[in-house]
């Protein structure tokens, strides 16, 4: 590509006839079919590089075989690991050549920059479906409006703050259900199918009140389950591999729910306060809650203490998202800053940070991060144009003054963000968001109902139980490291010393009569309870300085060397 | 500006007519499998209890003896016949798709002790404790299948009378020469009504004789003087033998690495042995609870079936300690025979209760023809089985077999009793001079002499 546009800008500067080969370029490089000339070594070697790239992709890591001592081991886990290769290239060219899309993408030419793009410009270059997805649904009377994608991206489920419910197939453009339960909708959130979502309501009449609980609907709009445990609940997420559904109420309470028995695996008071800032770790299941002083705090349901907790911000946490990946952390906090976090090494200090009051963010499924930026009605989309993990501006875009976005989120496998607003929602297109090609067996947004029937049968007997959330997915299958039974250090053993010496100082001694109890002795007594109080130590520390002793003397037993070497050896050695 | 969005058409993605197949996109990319190892650990735990819930091994009987049986023969030539001998001298060859008697070949007085049949399948050879050993003709397969439904009997083509009842018989690989073991080792042609050549070392019985399948002039025979002997026909005259603690009750080549075989002892163990190395044995089996009987090899050569007196039925791997399986049912009583089927897949059984029995070489196994997506489906399931085999509960199910109780508490015994023996070894040892008791392995503190 990049030659390419080299041999254009030639031509029109005009050193090149239009269509005349010119000899000097033909010795270096090949004739194509179309005109354009290709380096042979340089088309060959990108190929190389980029297989390899998505080869290591595949490969998930690389066995280490170097410090192996056995032999018959080490053969097996070689031709394992040869095997291991040819897979992961064989998966590596069927992703070259045999994927039926490509990823979606917008470059600025000249003196266009990419963020400058207006969402008008953009329908009108790309084709008549495609635009249809930028669309504004203007319900002024129920907002604002949160919403929640299916795993395929199909359905959209939408909840209105003053309890307006509905399902829309996006596929087809229609509304599947809509329904009033006439209490306030703090969120909604689909079940492992578009058959089941859940809504986080309150009763919006009085707080002593009944109905301020999640309740479960099919897409029918029938209420199925009312989930009472939970209490008033502000957010809602659901573990599709695990089937949990997680919640947060407004005591800081998280519960953890399996949706097949409907058994409450896990219920935490997690001590930080109310709070409306909780995102599931795609990559690991983990539940990751932003505090109002400012701390992240990650939950897993199998332990009631929090698995780490980071100070990211000076003010409280608005917002939490997870790359796809699971390395990368995006909050956001109410002193008007995003931080970026890399969750492999965490520190003190974010990977960057970049100015905005954001109160909803995500990140899709190719990276890009979307936040909410201004006074809450414009959009800002951030990406990481060099893969070093810095991300710039790549694209802007503004509602109408006035909305303020409650929610922004990507549809999966579809270069589309969502936006739920105060005055309805919309959608835009985002070129390059989405991931071009879906798995019918993992996520099929083109499903049939009989499909849907199959995955979920699937999708049940691969259900995960609530032991495999951790903060490493990668351990599942490995050894455990075995324990070494660490020394005690010199510094640590004089600290016991000093410990029982100090133990033995604060003891008061009795008053005795007849003189028993004069100064001088009672210093000699204190002496001897201090004395008493150290011998076991010294005594132990006696006994290892001898078996040391005993062992260097069997290791330096001194052996005769033979007599033309015995000028070598040392005068005292010999004596 | 250049943009390009995600844009896909229904009619590319779906199927065009309603008779067509789905159409299935796959993208292995890892980022959109989230959480792949454990996904995949659950799929193993999955298999594994799987794998349990079809195990029905046991494929059916075959019930006409009207004595417990005592020999068994596969006919190389034909995979589904089978010959069995019984101890009231009949013999009878049955056809086990349909699990019927074929053909009867009566003829035997005394107990039928050896069956074997010519590699090209036409000649059946046997011998008993009447002193003769008889040859018949094997029915035509292509006659059998047209009337599948009568039953004929067939008369003795040669009958050849000697002076000492026989215990087994086996027969050379592309040759009319066979050999069989009684008071010595004869080696017989089908021509000839004496034996070409006799062999004698020592005076007990040869209980067991088998030919070397890749060294078609290589005999192994084991007696009742607990004894295990090779013959070369070549040399005329035995090559080498050992003594081991108890008796032998079979012999079997491995038919992959000819210079491998393995033993069925009277002590409940197998015995592997390399015959150029007769100083140890190369493996130990355990977990017979009671004297093997019988053993065969799978045509494969990388597992073997044992037949035992405790009324069970193990599979081995050819280079394990410990079963792969064990088989048996509330009627099966003490194993004498058992036989791996040509094709690998299945394990036929005689025993004391007059029965023959069919079964499943691996318990869990789909019979039948597998459509493409299902034996993909196999395929998975056993890889990941295997890949995470090593973790504890995984482990825990795969090796989980039930036992009749009189045999779980004999092998609970067995392993008490072998637990106190080392540990009082080892106080022993430690309470002796060092060096004074050396401590010999299994696998060679069962032989007492090499000759």
Same mark, same amino acid.
């Given at each position: 590509?990049?030659?390419?546009?080299?041999?254009?800008?030639?031509?029109?500067?005009?050193?090149?006839?239009?269509?005349?080969?010119?000899?000097?370029?033909?010795?270096?490089?090949?004739?194509?079919?179309?005109?354009?000339?290709?380096?042979?070594?340089?088309?060959?070697?990108n190929i190389t590089d980029e297989l390899e790239i998505k080869?290591?992709?595949?490969?998930?890591?690389?066995?280490?075989?170097?410090?192996? $001592?056995?032999?018959?081991?080490?053969?097996?886990?070689?031709?394992?690991?040869?095997?291991?290769?040819?897979?992961?290239?064989?998966?590596?060219?069927?992703?070259?050549?045999?994927?039926?899309?490509?990823?979606?993408?917008?470059? #600025?030419?000249?003196?266009?920059?990419?963020?400058?793009?207006?969402?008008?410009?953009?329908?009108?270059?790309?084709?008549?479906?495609?635009?249809?997805?930028?669309?504004?649904?203007?319900?002024?009377?129920?907002?604002?409006?949160?919403?929640?994608?299916?795993?395929?991206?199909?359905?959209?489920?939408?909840?209105?703050?003053?309890?307006?419910?509905?399902?829309?197939?996006?596929?087809?453009?229609?509304?599947?259900?809509?329904?009033?339960?006439?209490?306030?909708?703090?969120?909604?959130?689909?079940?492992?199918?578009?058959?089941?979502?859940?809504?986080?309501?309150?009763?919006?009449?009085?707080?002593?009140?009944?109905?301020?609980?999640?309740?479960?609907?099919?897409?029918?709009?029938?209420?199925?389950?009312?989930?009472?445990?939970?209490?008033?609940?502000?957010?809602?997420?659901?573990?599709?591999?695990?089937?949990?559904?997680?919640?947060?109420?407004?005591?800081?309470?998280?519960?953890?729910?399996?949706?097949?028995?409907?058994?409450?695996?896990?219920?935490?008071?997690?001590?930080?306060?109310?709070?409306?800032?909780?995102?599931?770790?795609?990559?690991?299941?983990?539940?990751?809650?932003?505090?109002?002083?400012?701390?992240?705090?990650?939950?897993?349901?199998?332990?009631?203490?929090?698995?780490?907790?980071?100070?990211?911000?000076?003010?409280?946490?608005?917002?939490?998202?997870?790359?796809?990946?699971?390395?990368?952390?995006?909050?956001?906090?109410?002193?008007?800053?995003?931080?970026?976090?890399?969750?492999?090494?965490?520190?003190?200090?974010?990977?960057?940070?970049?100015?905005?009051?954001?109160?909803?963010?995500?990140?899709?499924?190719?990276?890009?991060?979307?936040?909410?930026?201004?006074?809450?009605?414009?959009?800002?989309?951030?990406?990481?144009?060099?893969?070093?993990?810095?991300?710039?501006?790549?694209?802007?875009?503004?509602?109408?003054?006035?909305?303020?976005?409650?929610?922004?989120?990507?549809?999966?496998?579809?270069?589309?963000?969502?936006?739920?607003?105060?005055?309805?929602?919309?959608?835009?297109?985002?070129?390059?968001?989405?991931?071009?090609?879906?798995?019918?067996?993992v996520a099929n947004p083109f499903e049939t109902s009989k $499909?849907?029937?199959?995955?979920?049968?699937?999708?049940?007997? !691969? =259900?995960?139980?609530?032991?495999?959330?951790?903060?490493?997915? #990668?351990?599942?299958?490995?050894? =455990?490291?075995?324990?070494?039974?660490?020394?005690?250090?010199?510094?640590?053993?004089?600290?016991?010393?000093?410990?029982?010496?100090?133990?033995?100082?604060?003891?008061?001694?009795?008053?005795?009569?007849?003189?028993?109890?004069?100064?001088?002795?009672?210093?000699?007594? =204190?002496? !001897?309870?201090?004395?008493?109080?150290?011998?076991?130590?010294?005594?132990?520390?006696?006994?290892?300085?001898?078996?040391?002793?005993?062992?260097? $003397?069997?290791?330096?037993?001194?052996?005769?060397?033979?007599?033309?070497?015995?000028?070598?050896?040392?005068?005292?050695?010999?004596? | 500006?250049?943009?390009?969005?995600?844009?896909?058409?229904?009619?590319?993605?779906?199927?065009?007519?309603?008779?067509?197949?789905?159409?299935?996109?796959?993208?292995?990319?890892?980022?959109?499998?989230?959480?792949?190892?454990?996904?995949?650990?659950?799929?193993?735990?999955?298999?594994?209890?799987?794998?349990?819930?079809?195990?029905?091994?046991?494929?059916?009987?075959?019930?006409?003896?009207?004595?417990?049986?005592?020999?068994?023969?596969?006919?190389?030539?034909?995979?589904?016949?089978?010959?069995?001998?019984? @101890?009231?001298?009949?013999?009878?060859?049955?056809?086990?798709a349909s699990r019927r008697t074929v053909c009867r070949f009566?003829?035997?007085?005394?107990?039928?002790?050896?069956?074997?049949?010519?590699?090209?399948?036409?000649?059946?050879?046997?011998?008993?404790?009447?002193?003769?050993?008889?040859?018949?003709?094997?029915?035509?397969?292509?006659?059998?299948?047209?009337?599948?439904?009568?039953?004929?009997?067939?008369?003795?083509?040669?009958? *050849?009378?000697?002076?000492?009842?026989?215990?087994?018989?086996?027969?050379?690989?592309?040759?009319?020469?066979?050999?069989?073991?009684?008071?010595?080792?004869?080696?017989?042609?089908?021509?000839?009504?004496?034996?070409?050549?006799?062999?004698?070392?020592?005076?007990?019985?040869?209980?067991?004789?088998?030919? &070397?399948?890749?060294?078609?002039?290589?005999?192994?025979?084991?007696?009742?003087?607990?004894?295990?002997?090779?013959?070369?026909?070549? @040399?005329?005259?035995?090559?080498?033998?050992?003594?081991?603690?108890?008796?032998?009750?079979?012999?079997?080549?491995?038919?992959?690495?000819?210079? &491998?075989?393995?033993?069925?002892?009277?002590?409940?163990?197998?015995?592997?042995?390399?015959?150029?190395?007769?100083?140890?044995?190369?493996?130990?089996? @355990?977990?017979?609870?009671?004297?093997?009987?019988?053993?065969?090899?799978?045509?494969?050569?990388?597992?073997?079936?044992?037949?035992?007196?405790?009324?069970?039925? @193990?599979?081995?791997? *050819? &280079?394990?300690?410990?079963?792969?399986?064990?088989?048996?049912?509330?009627?099966?009583?003490?194993?004498?025979?058992?036989?791996?089927?040509?094709?690998?897949?299945?394990?036929?059984?005689?025993?004391?209760?007059?029965?023959?029995?069919?079964?499943?070489?691996?318990?869990?196994?789909?019979?039948?023809?597998?459509?493409?997506?299902?034996?993909?489906?196999?395929?998975?399931?056993?890889?990941?089985?295997?890949? *995470?085999?090593?973790?504890?509960?995984?482990?825990?199910?795969?090796?989980?077999?039930?036992?009749?109780?009189?045999?779980?508490?004999?092998?609970?015994?067995?392993?008490?009793? &072998?637990?106190?023996?080392?540990?009082?070894?080892?106080?022993?040892?430690?309470?002796?001079?060092?060096?004074?008791?050396?401590?010999?392995?299994?696998?060679?503190?069962?032989?007492?002499?090499?000759?």
């Amino acid at each position: 590509m990049m030659f390419k546009l080299d041999c254009i800008t030639d031509q029109a500067s005009g050193n090149f006839a239009f269509s005349g080969y010119e000899p000097g370029l033909a010795k270096m490089g090949v004739q194509q079919d179309e005109g354009n000339y290709v380096p042979p070594n340089e088309k060959s070697d990108n190929i190389t590089d980029e297989l390899e790239i998505k080869m290591n992709k595949f490969l998930r890591g690389k066995a280490n075989l170097e410090g192996l $001592q056995d032999k018959k081991l080490k053969g097996q886990l070689t031709i394992r690991e040869e095997l291991y290769g040819k897979s992961a290239q064989a998966a590596a060219m069927a992703e070259k050549w045999l994927l039926p899309s490509e990823g979606g993408y917008l470059e #600025a030419e000249g003196m266009e920059k990419t963020w400058r793009i207006k969402q008008e410009s953009i329908a009108r270059e790309v084709d008549i479906s495609s635009s249809r997805n930028q669309f504004d649904i203007i319900l002024p009377d129920l907002g604002p409006y949160t919403l929640d994608f299916t795993s395929s991206g199909r359905h959209m489920a939408i909840g209105g703050r003053k309890g307006h419910l509905a399902i829309v197939d996006m596929k087809t453009m229609r509304l599947i259900k809509e329904f009033q339960v006439r209490e306030t909708v703090r969120d909604v959130v689909f079940l492992h199918n578009d058959l089941f979502f859940a809504a986080a309501q309150k009763s919006m009449a009085n707080i002593l009140m009944t109905g301020r609980y999640p309740y479960i609907y099919n897409r029918d709009g029938t209420e199925l389950h009312c989930l009472k445990e939970h209490g008033a609940v502000l957010r809602l997420q659901f573990l599709k591999n695990h089937f949990l559904l997680a919640s947060i109420n407004n005591f800081g309470q998280l519960h953890y729910q399996d949706v097949t028995m409907g058994e409450m695996v896990g219920s935490y008071r997690t001590g930080i306060g109310r709070t409306d800032a909780m995102q599931v770790n795609p990559y690991n299941g983990v539940v990751a809650l932003g505090q109002s002083l400012g701390t992240v705090s990650m939950w897993k349901p199998t332990s009631s203490a929090s698995l780490l907790r980071l100070l990211c911000h000076k003010g409280p946490v608005s917002a939490i998202a997870f790359h796809p990946n699971g390395h990368l952390m995006a909050t956001a906090g109410k002193e008007r800053k995003i931080k970026l976090w890399d969750l492999r090494k965490l520190g003190d200090e974010p990977l960057q940070t970049l100015p905005g009051n954001a109160k909803t963010l995500d990140f899709s499924q190719k990276g890009l991060l979307a936040c909410q930026l201004g006074n809450g009605s414009s959009v800002q989309i951030l990406r990481d144009l060099d893969g070093n993990q810095m991300y710039k501006t790549y694209m802007n875009h503004g509602m109408v003054k006035g909305y303020q976005i409650e929610k922004l989120l990507f549809r999966p496998y579809e270069d589309v963000l969502g936006i739920g607003h105060s005055m309805g929602w919309s959608s835009i297109l985002i070129p390059g968001s989405g991931e071009p090609n879906f798995d019918t067996l993992v996520a099929n947004p083109f499903e049939t109902s009989k $499909q849907r029937r199959e995955s979920e049968v699937h999708s049940l007997l !691969d =259900k995960l139980p609530a032991e495999t959330i951790m903060l490493d997915p #990668a351990k599942i299958g490995t050894l =455990k490291p075995e324990r070494k039974k660490e020394k005690p250090t010199k510094q640590e053993k004089m600290a016991e010393i000093e410990v029982a010496v100090e133990v033995v100082k604060g003891i008061k001694l009795k008053k005795k009569t007849k003189g028993r109890s004069k100064p001088s002795k009672r210093t000699i007594k =204190k002496k !001897d309870l201090i004395a008493k109080a150290k011998s076991p130590f010294l005594a132990q520390q006696m006994k290892e300085e001898e078996q040391v002793a005993r062992k260097k $003397q069997k290791t330096t037993e001194f052996v005769e060397p033979p007599t033309s070497l015995m000028r070598f050896v040392r005068k005292e050695a010999t004596a | 500006m250049k943009v390009k969005v995600i844009s896909r058409s229904a009619d590319e993605f779906t199927k065009e007519r309603s008779q067509d197949l789905q159409r299935v996109f796959r993208n292995f990319d890892p980022s959109i499998r989230t959480q792949e190892k454990a996904v995949e650990y659950v799929r193993a735990q999955n298999a594994a209890k799987l794998d349990k819930i079809f195990a029905r091994p046991f494929v059916g009987a075959m019930e006409g003896h009207i004595d417990s049986i005592s020999c068994m023969a596969k006919n190389p030539n034909h995979l589904i016949g089978i010959f069995s001998g019984s @101890m009231d001298g009949e013999i009878r060859l049955w056809d086990l798709a349909s699990r019927r008697t074929v053909c009867r070949f009566p003829g035997h007085k005394g107990a039928v002790q050896g069956l074997t049949v010519s590699t090209d399948g036409r000649v059946l050879v046997s011998c008993g404790t009447d002193s003769t050993v008889r040859l018949w003709s094997v029915p035509v397969s292509n006659l059998l299948e047209e009337d599948a439904s009568s039953d004929k009997s067939a008369q003795p083509r040669e009958t *050849y009378v000697w002076k000492n009842a026989f215990r087994s018989v086996d027969h050379q690989w592309n040759s009319d020469r066979f050999a069989t073991g009684g008071a010595g080792v004869d080696i017989w042609n089908h021509n000839r009504s004496a034996p070409e050549q006799s062999y004698q070392w020592g005076t007990d019985t040869v209980v067991s004789v088998r030919f &070397n399948p890749g060294e078609p002039d290589i005999l192994a025979t084991s007696a009742s003087d607990r004894s295990i002997a090779l013959y070369d026909l070549r @040399m005329g005259k035995p090559t080498s033998k050992f003594i081991m603690r108890t008796r032998t009750n079979s012999i079997c080549w491995n038919p992959m690495e000819p210079i &491998n075989f393995t033993a069925a002892n009277e002590d409940s163990n197998c015995y592997s042995f390399d015959c150029r190395k007769f100083g140890e044995a190369t493996c130990v089996h @355990m977990d017979h609870v009671s004297a093997v009987m019988d053993i065969d090899y799978s045509p494969t050569g990388r597992e073997f079936v044992t037949g035992s007196y405790d009324r069970t039925i @193990m599979i081995f791997q *050819y &280079n394990a300690g410990h079963k792969r399986e064990i088989y048996h049912t509330k009627r099966m009583q003490r194993v004498f025979c058992v036989k791996y089927s040509c094709d690998g897949s299945y394990v036929i059984s005689g025993s004391d209760d007059t029965n023959l029995r069919l079964w499943k070489s691996k318990a869990s196994e789909q019979l039948g023809v597998l459509l493409p997506r299902e034996q993909k489906k196999h395929e998975y399931h056993e890889a990941v089985k295997n890949r *995470y085999k090593h973790l504890p509960e995984i482990k825990r199910i795969v090796r989980h077999r039930h036992l009749p109780k009189p045999i779980y508490k004999a092998g609970k015994q067995i392993r008490e009793q &072998n637990e106190s023996q080392r540990k009082k070894q080892e106080k022993r040892k430690a309470h002796s001079a060092p060096g004074s008791i050396v401590e010999e392995p299994l696998r060679k503190r069962k032989i007492i002499k090499v000759e």
